[in-house]
């Protein structure tokens, strides 16, 4: 009877514990905002992890010329906010909430991404 009881507790413990956490934490929400932005993904363009890549390399009136997307791991969040609020000629313009935009700097600029 008293490990039933304290197996109770212990599971009701965890339990609760369980309903404490948020359901995905807020890294991995941020991680799947960058690869699904309402839109064509950060990744497709800026890397798994916002370092930038090369989107097309073409040659043109006889010249190469090297489409890329800038590195956006250590950019200042005024920065970041301007470019995800504004029109580009290559990259597309999102209609993102001021939380969802912060959720992608913390995303992009963290040290240890999962
Ligand atoms: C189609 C490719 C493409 C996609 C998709 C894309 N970008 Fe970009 N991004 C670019 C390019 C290219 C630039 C350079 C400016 C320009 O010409 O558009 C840029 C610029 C930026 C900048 C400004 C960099 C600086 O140095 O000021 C930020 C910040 C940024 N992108 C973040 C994002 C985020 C966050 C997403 C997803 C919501 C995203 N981008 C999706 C191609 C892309």
Redesign the pocket.
């Known amino acids: 009877m008293r490990y039933l009881l304290i197996g109770s507790l212990l599971f009701f413990l965890s339990w609760t514990h369980l309903l404490g956490e948020d359901f995905i934490s807020k890294m991995e929400y941020a991680k799947m905002l960058?690869s699904n932005?309402r839109?064509?993904?950060?990744n497709?363009?800026?890397g798994e992890k916002g370092e930038g890549s090369i989107?097309a390399e073409y040659m043109h009136k006889n010249k190469k010329v090297r489409?890329?997307?800038?590195t956006?791991t250590n950019?200042s969040k005024e920065?970041?906010f301007?470019?995800?609020t504004t029109q580009?000629?290559?990259?597309?313009t999102?209609f993102?909430t001021w939380q969802e935009?912060d959720s992608?700097y913390y995303y992009?600029s963290s040290e240890v991404k999962k």
Do not use: S
């Open positions: 960058y932005p839109g064509i993904g950060c497709k363009c800026h989107i489409l890329e997307a800038p956006i950019l920065r970041f301007h470019a995800l580009h000629k290559v990259m597309p999102y993102l935009i992608l992009v």
